[in-house]
């Protein structure tokens, strides 16, 4: 019996990692993630709370890990196990006031396991995406004394998140946890000056290669009121320590001829060379708050509105002039009949949410902000306790203004809930 589950939930994950190595080039295509540690993936990336806007700071759930908030564990069965997994897929359209460009991307979003230690101690543990850098920008440039040259910037890489969580039950109404999270993974990114109308110039590159493995920590608290059978209302709370990441970076700056567009390159000198060099990437604390008011089985509403201090980011010593960020998100779902056995749509669960971000970034004074629609459904699985989530977004980043880029994308989620009975002892065969 035992066995028979756990070969349900290897096949899942072979399969997810099976279409993740078919994607593991293409992560993220975005100039933006050239500033700060990339694009922030939130730990909200579960296909059901994307599709409702994202929202998670007070959503618990005997259904599926929200490892946000690690105090709602405490809504595991005291019986069951959980696992989840999902596949992220995007298009992105780039707009400038001149012209556009149209990138596809694909990845394995996450997968967690949650389950009982004892009534009141549940934990889970899992692997998420913390942030993704991808871009190749060439902005051109024009000199009286030298002509015209060409800056590129080309990065890519990430950070990936792996995580262990506890949450303890205090009482009737309150619960607390924990998240250990071992934050791995490297960024790597060049600049090259060169110049397109002559060849007795020669071209500089600079490559820089950033290696991070560090513990991060984040605490949760959720309140729950119950005022029936039915109702309820949750409050969530969630913090994010401050962190002195430890990382170490090789850099190197060279001259060189070729070099563009898959040329061969010519080293002729290297300028500087410094490798292993240890540094600290300062993370800084993030405050969130969450509410959501449901019926059992029924429907579900809420919001998430969260704040991070981004102006306290720092990286080997030098800010990036970044902002503080924050964010606001409202969603719920709908189920029209939990338990209906004449028609199978009945029993499908109907989502929506927006959101709405203040990025940490400020470009040629301008503010990056981000907003997008989101809408999702849940799909039982006959005679079992698993869903298919699905969660399609719809969104905006930047703007055309002040020379910027505008990306208008689309985000595609399909996320796989199991859930087993595992803890119960068999009385007979």
Same mark, same amino acid.
Request: charged share 20%.
């Given at each position: 019996m035992i066995y028979s589950k756990l070969k349900k939930i290897l096949i899942?994950?072979?399969?997810?990692?099976?279409?993740q190595n078919l994607s593991a080039q293409t992560g993220i295509s975005s100039p933006y993630s050239r500033f700060g540690i990339g694009h922030l993936e939130r730990k909200s990336v579960n296909a059901r709370l994307l599709g409702m806007g994202g929202i998670a700071n007070a959503v618990s759930s005997n259904r599926f890990v929200?490892?946000?908030?690690?105090?709602?564990?405490?809504?595991?069965?005291?019986?069951s196990l959980l696992f989840d997994a999902g596949f992220n897929m995007n298009r992105v359209v780039f707009k400038t006031t001149a012209k556009s460009e149209m990138g596809t991307n694909a990845t394995l979003s996450y997968f967690s396991l949650g389950f009982p230690v004892v009534k009141w101690w549940h934990s889970a543990i899992g692997v998420l995406p913390y942030s993704q850098v991808g871009y190749n920008v060439v902005i051109p440039f024009e000199d009286e004394q030298i002509g015209k040259y060409n800056k590129a910037f080309e990065g890519e890489g990430g950070l990936n998140q792996a995580f262990i969580g506890n949450a303890l039950t205090?009482?009737?109404?309150?619960?607390v946890g924990a998240n250990i999270t071992y934050v791995f993974g490297s960024n790597?990114?060049?600049?090259?000056?060169?110049?397109?109308?002559?060849?007795?110039?020669?071209n500089t590159r600079a490559v820089s290669k950033t290696l991070a493995n560090d513990f991060i920590f984040d605490y949760g608290v959720l309140y729950k009121k119950a005022f029936s059978d039915n109702y309820s209302l949750n409050v969530g709370l969630v913090y994010n320590q401050k962190i002195n990441m430890n990382v170490k970076r090789d850099f190197m700056l060279k001259s060189m001829f070729g070099g563009v567009d898959g040329e061969i390159e010519?080293?002729?000198?290297?300028?500087?060379?410094?490798?292993?060099?240890?540094?600290?990437?300062?993370?800084?604390?993030?405050?969130?708050?969450?509410?959501?008011?449901?019926?059992?089985?029924?429907?579900l509403i809420g919001f998430d509105a969260n704040w991070q201090n981004w102006k306290n980011f720092s990286a080997f010593g030098v800010n990036d002039s970044l902002i503080n960020a924050w964010n606001v998100a409202f969603g719920g779902e709908y189920t029209p009949n939990f338990t209906s056995i004449s028609g199978y749509w009945k029993?499908?669960?109907?989502?929506?949410?927006?959101?709405?971000?203040?990025?940490?970034?400020?470009?040629?004074?301008?503010?990056? @902000?981000?907003?997008? /629609?989101? %809408? !999702?459904?849940? +799909?039982?699985?006959?005679?079992?306790?698993?869903?298919?989530?699905?969660?399609?977004?719809?969104?905006?980043?930047?703007?055309?203004?002040?020379?910027?880029?505008?990306? @208008?994308?689309?985000? /595609?989620? %399909? !996320?796989?809930? +199991?859930?087993?009975?595992?803890?119960?002892?068999?009385?007979?065969?």
């Open positions: 899942v994950v072979i399969v997810l990692l099976a279409f929200n490892p946000t908030n690690p105090a709602t564990y405490s809504g595991f069965d005291s019986l205090l009482g009737k109404h309150f619960s790597s990114s060049s600049s090259l000056v060169y110049f397109p109308d002559s060849s007795l110039y020669a010519y080293v002729l000198d290297t300028i500087s060379y410094t490798p292993s060099e240890k540094g600290v990437i300062v993370l800084p604390h993030k405050l969130g708050l969450g509410a959501v008011f449901e019926k059992k089985n029924s429907w029993r499908v669960t109907y989502r929506a949410g927006f959101r709405y971000d203040q990025t940490y970034l400020k470009i040629n004074g301008q503010p990056i @902000n981000e907003y997008a /629609f989101s %809408v !999702g459904m849940g +799909l039982p699985l006959p005679r079992t306790m698993t869903n298919v989530d699905l969660s399609v977004e719809l969104g905006r980043t930047g703007t055309t203004s002040h020379d910027l880029i505008q990306e @208008n994308f689309v985000n /595609f989620t %399909v !996320g796989v809930s +199991l859930y087993e009975r595992w803890f119960v002892k068999r009385k007979y065969d």
